[in-house]
């Protein structure tokens, strides 16, 4: 028979102690893989992959313009035309306004 006082029960405080130690292990199996990829040796200095491949020029935007022909910005806040004046461009519809 066994014996209730040698019987093991699973309280709060050993259910957290082995709760612990298991997430312990798991974050270190799964951190020894990447750690092991980044000791890895770099490549030769002449020889660099972004050296190989030519960068292109982003393509500039075309402005938006309005019936009458002026430069418009669609508004962050409530979708509607901004217009310059000056430095700042001030939405027509709600007022939202910032500086360039």
């Known amino acids: 028979m066994i014996d209730e006082t040698k019987a093991r029960v699973l309280d709060r405080r050993g259910f957290l102690k082995g709760s612990a130690l298991f997430a312990a292990l798991a974050g270190i199996s799964v951190a020894a893989p990447a750690r092991a990829q980044d000791s890895q040796k770099p490549a030769p200095e002449g020889d660099h992959p972004a050296?190989?491949?030519?960068?292109?020029p982003a393509p500039k935007k075309k402005p938006l313009l309005?019936?009458?022909?002026r430069d418009y910005r669609v508004c962050d806040m409530c979708g509607g035309n901004m217009y310059k004046q000056e430095n700042t461009w001030t939405c027509e519809q709600c007022g939202y306004s910032y500086q360039e």
């Open 66 to 69: 309005d019936k009458d022909g």
């Open 51 to 56: 050296d190989k491949t030519e960068q292109l």
